[in-house]
T-cell receptor
Framework: EAQVTQNPRYLITVTGKKLTVTCSQN?????MSWYRQDPGLGLRQIYY???????DKGDVPEGYKVSRKEKRNFPLILESPSPNQTSLYFC?????????????FGDGTRLSIL | GIQVEQSPPDLILQEGANSTLRCNFS?????LQWFHQNPWGQLINLFY???GTKQNGRLSATTVATERYSLLYISSSQTTDSGVYFC??????????FGTGTSLTVIP
């Protein structure tokens, strides 16, 4: 089954404790992206990647890191999480090609940082 | 970045009613997508529609790129249509900008 898998689905942690949210897709998609969703703000793009070793900042990259060492994986790293990073996070992937291909989303990761 | 505004912010419908959701954007874009976020939080791609009109069952969408807006039509609404509808635009195919969504509740 074609899917984007995020782990963990839920996490409660404390300020300053490094964490990684993993994202994996099995569709051989070149493009992957991370978003955060906050009430009243919709989804905002954090980072995206056009292919292996190619990443770039979205609208709200501060406090986050990403890496793309393999095509299927795109982890989101919070080196020193703070309470303002409490949010619902989504990973998405799509093919690249003519125009823009539909994005496929993971089921989301709810992070609470105390 | 591109500003994306959706209206109305909230909508309550009786089952069977029709509705129109609107998405306005501030700049020329090369693509627009509509998504549905169900009550469990899952995001489903509904339409990929840079211009023109597309239909999928009871849902259809129209984008008028020259006038910078898109409309999502829901006909004969069902309770399963409840959730939040987002539009997202991109100028370059890399960076996406989402609206703040329309929250739809369909009452039996």
């Amino acid at each position: 089954e074609a899917q984007v898998t995020q782990n963990p689905r839920y996490l409660i942690t404390v300020t300053g404790k490094k964490l990684t949210v993993t994202c994996s897709q099995n569709m051989n998609h070149e493009y992957m992206s991370w978003y955060r969703q906050d009430p009243g703000l919709g989804l905002r793009q954090i980072y995206y990647s056009m292919n292996v070793e190619v990443t770039d900042k979205g609208d709200v990259p501060e406090g986050y890191k990403v890496s793309r060492k393999e095509k299927r994986n795109f982890p989101l790293i919070l080196e020193s999480p703070s309470p303002n990073q409490t949010s619902l996070y989504f990973c998405a992937s799509s093919l690249l090609g003519t125009g823009v291909q539909p994005q496929h989303f993971g089921d989301g990761t709810r992070l609470s940082i105390l | 970045g591109i500003q994306v505004e959706q209206s109305p912010p909230d909508l309550i419908l009786q089952e069977g009613a029709n509705s129109t959701l609107r998405c306005n954007f501030s700049d020329s874009v090369n693509n627009l997508q509509w998504f549905h976020q169900n009550p469990w939080g899952q995001l489903i791609n509904l339409f990929y529609i840079p211009s023109g009109t597309k239909q999928n069952g009871r849902l259809s969408a129209t984008t008028v790129a020259t006038e910078r807006y898109s409309l999502l039509y829901i006909s004969s609404s069902q309770t399963t249509d409840s959730g939040v509808y987002f539009c997202a635009v991109t100028l370059n195919g890399n960076q996406f900008y989402f609206g703040t969504g329309t929250s739809l509740t369909v009452i039996p």
